[in-house]
Structure formats: C-alpha cells, structure tokens
C-alpha cells in the first residue's frame, strides 16, 4: 500500500516555473515507478511524465519534452516535476501515481492511468496568459 501526496501547484503567469513534489508513505517506494498525470476541466486524463524505481529511465509526453523534468530521492521518499516555460493549455489539476515496477530494462515505462495503482488527491496549476 502506498499513500501519495502532492503539493506545489499554485497560480503562475505564462513563462514561469513550478515545481511539483510527491510524497509518499511505506517502506517500499523504490519498488515501484511513478508518474505525472493531470488532468484539465473537461478533458480526461492524461499522462504527463513517469520515471523508473531506480531513476534510470525516464518518459514524457511529447507536448512536455524539454519543459518538464521528472525526478525521484528514493532516500526520501518523494517524486518530483519541475515544470519550466509554462503554458496556458498546462493549466490542470496534476495527480502523481504509483505503479509496482516491472524491473525490466525491456518494458517501457507505462503512460496510462489503468496501469497505476495508487494515486494523490492532485495539486491544482493554473497558468494566466
């Protein structure tokens, strides 16, 4: 079982940066991946970024690749998203999830909701133009 938690949103003018922390509760957080999802008003979820148990391996989606960056202290428990360049269309309630990691330097790392198992309650971001 793991407990996830998220905090950094906030309202920030286009251009600016935020960054996301996840925290997380148990013994085993470096068994599993995680990952950024948010989700817009009215829109379904959708996969933002996920990072391996050992950091080794990262994934984003394409509208996100060299604005965000997904990073994990297995140390400390947390998985972080740091968010540069912000755009209004990033405006979205963003959720971290958890999945149980497959450990295979093979699989690529999962980008849809049904493959998480656990998830936070969500930080809201809202970027004005």
């Known amino acids: 079982q793991v407990q996830l938690v998220e905090s950094g949103g906030g309202l920030v003018q286009a251009g600016g940066s935020l960054r996301l922390s996840c925290a997380a509760s148990?013994?085993?957080?470096?068994?599993?991946?995680m990952g950024w999802f948010r989700q817009a008003p009215g829109k379904e979820r959708e996969f933002v970024a996920a990072?391996?148990?050992?950091?080794?391996?990262?994934r984003y989606v394409d509208s996100v690749k060299g604005r965000f960056t997904i990073s994990r202290d297995n140390a400390k428990n947390t998985v972080d998203l740091q968010i540069n360049s912000l755009k209004p269309e990033d405006t979205a309630v963003y959720y971290c999830?958890?999945?149980?990691?497959?450990?295979?330097?093979?699989?690529?790392?999962?980008?849809?909701?049904?493959?998480?198992?656990?998830w936070g309650q969500g930080t809201q971001v809202t970027v004005s133009s």
């Open positions: 999830a958890a999945t149980r990691s497959s450990f295979s330097l093979f699989s690529p790392l999962r980008n849809t909701s049904q493959e998480y198992d656990y």
């Open positions: 148990g013994r085993t957080f470096s068994r599993y991946d």
């Open positions: 990072i391996n148990w050992s950091a080794g391996s990262r």
